[in-house]
């Protein structure tokens, strides 16, 4: 008894919360560990990487995403923000929805900004790109404006966390996600993760 109330007494003082010692026994027979890729893996700080627009909104969509993205809390939302150097006109009518996108009106205009599948579910015909990264899909009026690309940085001890578990036993890593699968594939081989969703 006393060696599990130490284990669960040094989880504790590295900041995991073990729910009883019972519970300690069965992640001794642990062989799959499923990590969420931002905050956990990544550090969440995300930074814009590129702009791509269409020739009719050409150095627009930054602006725009940032009049609809203001009022959201989302990781995304706060990289847009960070990198518009100007000043941001309020919107209004402001839609969120979460894991998607938002929609929000301004000078008589729709601005849509989300992921591809929540463009394409509202009608819009988005142009894919080869680019690597998260990204926020942009359109006006249901017509595609352009795309903003986004990197997130690797957490130092990621790399030595996901070898100490294989080391310990582990056979299968598995990073969540909701970038696209070419990001995730390329932050989970960095890593050493097995799979990805």
């Given amino acids: 008894p006393l060696t599990y109330f130490c284990g669960v007494g040094a989880g504790a003082k590295k900041g995991v919360i073990i729910k009883d010692t019972s519970t300690l026994e069965k992640l001794s027979n642990c062989k799959t ?48 923000l960070k990198a518009n150097f100007g000043e941001i006109p309020a919107g209004e009518n402001f839609i969120e929805v979460a894991g998607k996108g938002v929609i929000v009106e301004y000078a008589n205009d729709k601005i849509i900004c989300g992921n591809k599948g929540y463009l394409e579910e509202l009608g819009v015909k988005v142009i894919e790109n080869n680019e690597v990264g998260a990204k926020l899909y942009v359109a006006v009026n249901d017509a ?16 030595g966390a996901v070898l100490e578990l294989y080391d310990a036993g582990i056979e299968n890593t598995v990073m969540l996600t909701g970038d696209n699968e070419r990001c995730a594939k390329a932050i989970a081989s960095k890593i050493g993760i097995d799979e990805f969703i």
């Fill in 33 to 80: 560990v499923v990590f969420d890729k931002t905050g956990t893996l990544t550090e969440g700080n995300l930074k814009v990487v590129k702009i791509i627009s269409t020739k009719a909104f050409t150095g627009k969509v930054l602006s725009l995403a940032s009049i609809a993205e203001q009022y959201s809390n989302h990781p995304i939302a706060k990289a847009v």
């Fill in 144 to 159: 595609y404006a352009g795309c903003v690309v986004f990197n997130d940085t690797i957490k130092k001890m990621a790399y």
